[in-house]
């Protein structure tokens, strides 16, 4: 990533596997190809990495975990699913490959507080609700989240915003 927030991208010649984490940052992000590459790109949802990655707050502290190897056969694993020209079973073996990493954990806290802190909610009232203090609140919920509520939270409103606004083009007759 360049130091105004850009990733530039392209091809390896020699055709290795780049694999990166990006998780820090509290800007939009603008992402140019130089020419064609093959790409994958995999989005977790808020403490969604946490089941694929033990202390994924370790990941957290870093703004970018640079050649990210989460698992000891990832690299060769996705090179055998890059190098396939089917796309719909290239598509089901990454699945394949990720659920076999899945492990089921408790997140069922920050779950609640993600759905108390995306409607509205107080971070203070959110505290009070979970009966723990709003320090902790926010340290917990970093440490799953990988960022604090109040950063989420003006994340949320702006995704929700451009969601509201892609609908309203799609429904609007004056759009279409």
């Known amino acids: 990533m360049t130091d105004d927030n850009q990733i530039i991208i392209s091809h390896s010649p020699a055709n290795e596997i780049i694999a990166d984490f990006l998780a820090r940052y509290t800007r939009p992000i603008e992402i140019l190809y130089k020419d064609p590459v093959p790409e994958i790109t995999i989005y977790f949802k808020p403490s969604g990495i946490n089941h694929f990655i033990d202390k994924a707050y370790l990941l957290f502290g870093q703004k970018t975990a640079i050649n990210f190897n989460p698992f000891p056969d990832f690299y060769e694993t996705m090179k055998g699913i890059l190098e396939l020209n ?12 990720w659920l076999s990493k899945f492990d089921q954990k408790d997140l069922q806290l920050i779950e609640d507080i993600l759905l108390d802190i995306e409607s509205d909610l107080k971070i203070s009232d959110i505290a009070s609700k979970h009966t723990i203090s709003r320090q902790h609140l926010n340290t917990l919920f970093t440490k799953i989240v990988g960022k604090p509520c109040s950063e989420y939270r003006k994340i949320y409103r702006f995704r929700s915003t451009i969601e509201k606004k892609k609908n309203t083009k799609k429904t609007d007759p004056a759009y279409i």
Do not use: A, G, N
């Open 86 to 97: 089917d796309r719909t079973f290239q598509i089901e073996m990454l699945e394949e490959y």
